[in-house]
């Protein structure tokens, strides 16, 4: 390592704005689709738990809590704040989307309609996915409890994933089997 790598700054997280902006690009520029409002709902939550003020935070609190209850039980979609979601995610064909609040989407995903990550027991509240980058998550798959999967795995529509997907797997059926990567002809 250099002295000149050793002395740069920490780069800093892309402010709430500039994120909204990728959001709304990853989604096609199109406003008015559903996921992208879910996310950019998302952003907003996470955004104002940095508010270090709790008065300030009130109102912005019964903002997101209204806007959450919208996107819901409007679009069917619900992503807590608590989650952790990455830059670029796209959420497809929107309708019955559950994410639980444990959950951790790694950056440029794709998940389409009806599809569930989320806890396998209610007594192991940690227990949730952890998605890789670029996973393709196919419409009505359901991913349960403490399962990885790697960066650039694809999950294919109506699988039941109880097992982790190693990097560039596929994962079909119910419940799901697991094909490795297979490499480019």
């Given amino acids: 390592m250099t002295q000149q ?24 520029r199109d406003w008015t689709r559903p996921g992208f409002r879910a996310i ?38 619900e992503l807590p704040y608590t989650a952790q979601v990455g830059r670029r995610v796209v959420f497809e064909h929107q ?17 389409r309609q009806n599809c569930t990550l989320g806890i396998r027991r209610v007594a192991d509240l940690d227990g949730a996915p952890v998605l ?25 529509a109506n699988a039941v994933v109880l097992e982790d997907v190693p990097a560039g797997g596929l994962a079909v059926g119910v419940p799901a089997r697991i094909r490795p990567a297979t490499p480019p002809a």
């Fill in 5 to 28: 790598q050793t002395d740069a700054p920490p780069e800093r997280a892309p402010g709430l704005l500039a994120l909204i902006r990728e959001d709304h690009a990853a989604h096609g």
């Fill in 40 to 77: 950019a709902v998302y952003r907003f939550g996470v955004w104002r738990m940095s508010v270090h003020s709790k008065l300030a935070r009130a109102p912005l609190s019964v903002l997101y809590r209204l806007l959450f209850r919208r996107v819901r039980n409007g679009y069917g979609i």
């Fill in 95 to 111: 309708s019955g989307i559950i994410i639980h609040g444990a959950t951790i989407i790694g950056d440029e995903c794709i998940i």
């Fill in 132 to 156: 890789g980058r670029g996973v393709d998550v196919g419409a009505g798959a359901v991913i349960v409890g403490r399962v990885s999967v790697g960066d650039g795995a694809r999950i294919g």
